[in-house]
């Protein structure tokens, strides 16, 4: 059974930094493209980086893009976002996704919760 | 890139049809075939509903079918359940591997 487990969500203040991962299991972690997906409170998904197989191609969406990394370890089966310099605007619930493709969203995770407010 | 355009809400009685509609341009939903659904209950995770278009994966109902035309595609729940009420997002491909949701649509199940 494919699991997704994200944790590092929190508290934190505008213009900190805050470290996501995403426990990965049940399937060779190391054959897929992986993601990050966002949902603001009220608002709806979005797509927020991906990462290669291997690591070596990595795409973000222009208002995270130069403050967000996203970085896997395939021997350890997780993801990782790292973000720094965030703003009000990051508050949102923040979903790893196994991708196909990329072109589609196969599995998600539950999520996990990123307040930034002072 | 803005968000793709879908209905904010959608309606239909049990064992009635409703179809969702997810506008986009010829750079995302025009140009690929790649367009997916995800079913959304509030506090739980996604679920991948309809992939490239048309093709449903394992274990989704027959009850939901996609298309496309030009830049629009659409979503046909047919039969409608009470278990289908829930929010439903279209994703679209939209070039050097990135991907692009719509608004979301709200179902209710009356």
């Known amino acids: 059974e494919v699991q997704l487990v994200e944790s590092g969500g929190g508290l934190v203040q505008p213009g900190g930094s805050l470290r996501l991962s995403c426990a990965a299991s049940g399937f060779t972690f190391s054959s897929y493209w992986m993601s990050w997906v966002r949902q603001a409170p009220g608002k709806g998904l979005e797509w927020v980086a991906n990462i290669k197989q291997d690591g070596g191609e990595k795409n973000y969406v222009d208002s995270v893009n130069g403050r967000f990394t996203v970085s896997r370890d395939n021997a350890k089966n997780s993801l990782y976002l790292q973000m720094n310099s965030l703003r009000a605007e990051d508050t949102a619930v923040y979903y790893c996704?196994?991708?196909?493709?990329?072109?589609?969203?196969?599995?998600w995770g539950q999520g996990t919760l990123v307040t930034v407010s002072s | 890139q803005s968000a793709l355009t879908q209905p904010r809400s959608v309606s239909g009685s049990p064992g009635q049809s409703v179809t969702i509609s997810c506008t986009g341009t010829?750079?995302?939903?025009?140009?690929?075939?790649?367009v997916s659904w995800y079913q959304h209950h509030p506090g739980k995770a996604p679920k991948l509903m309809i992939y490239?278009?048309?093709k449903r994966p394992s274990g989704v109902p027959d009850r939901f079918s996609g298309s496309k035309s030009g830049n629009t595609a659409s979503l046909t729940i047919s039969g409608l359940q009470a278990e289908d009420e829930a929010d439903y997002y279209c994703?679209?491909?939209?070039?050097?591997?990135?991907?692009?949701f719509g608004i979301g649509t709200k179902v209710t199940v009356l």
């Open positions: 994703c679209s491909y939209a070039g050097s591997h990135s991907l692009l």
């Open positions: 010829i750079s995302d939903v025009g140009g690929y075939n790649y």
């Open positions: 996704a196994r991708v196909f493709g990329p072109r589609h969203f196969e599995y």
């Open positions: 490239d278009v048309s």
